[in-house]
């Protein structure tokens, strides 16, 4: 298993990171395995990395995420409540295999992301510097369009909390002047 996937495993069950992960791919079309990839970078001690470095990784998996984990997110979404003269839980049963197809879609890409940072090889994560995950989330969330919402800073400093869980509040609050 990859130290992003294993990083991925342990953070995404943390208070507040499905939603606000969630929120800002919904609201934003934020790419949540970018967002991931901001917090594990900084968990390894790695140096912010720049906006032209999150447009690059966006683009490398674009037509991974436009051909495969999109569709299959679509179906499965679809699915949700049943469909018409299908039974509940044939459509059910259905929903949940697309969803271990999409999650085995996301670690596949998040392997690409991982493999196009050979800085990142090796490393061992740990206690990551609020200011390094704020600056890298505020480069990942420039690749969508317009200002960020009182709700989208929300749910960043939500994943800024999450990836330094030994970080105080203070410390998160004056990392997330990044997203002013």
């Not at 990083?7 to 395995?33: I, K, W």
């Not at 991931?36 to 968990?43: D, G």
């Not at 995420?65 to 569709?71: C, D, K, L």
């Not at 969508?144 to 998160?172: E, S, T």
Request: charged share 25%; hydrophobic share 50%; with cysteine.
């Amino acid at each position: 298993m990859s130290a992003f996937w294993t990083f991925t495993l342990g953070v995404y069950g943390r208070e507040g990171v499905r939603p606000s992960a969630l929120h800002l791919q919904e609201a934003r079309g934020a790419d949540v395995n970018l967002l991931l990839y901001a917090m594990w970078r900084a968990s390894l001690g790695l140096p912010p990395f720049d906006n032209a470095h999150a447009a690059a990784l966006a683009s490398r998996v674009r037509a991974w995420r436009e051909a495969v984990v999109e569709p299959l997110r679509a179906v499965r979404t679809g699915l949700r409540g049943g469909v018409a003269h299908v039974p509940g839980d044939e459509a059910e049963g259905l929903r949940k295999r697309t969803l271990e197809l999409e999650i085995e879609a996301e670690r596949v890409e998040q392997a690409v992301i991982e493999a196009a940072d050979p800085s990142a090889r090796g490393r061992k994560a740990g206690a990551a510097d609020p200011a390094a995950v704020a600056a890298n989330l505020a480069a990942v969330m420039v690749l969508g369009d317009g200002p960020l919402d009182a709700a989208d800073v929300a749910a960043l400093r939500a994943l800024v909390a999450a990836a330094c869980p030994d970080a105080d509040a203070g410390a998160v609050d004056r990392a997330m002047t990044v997203m002013s």
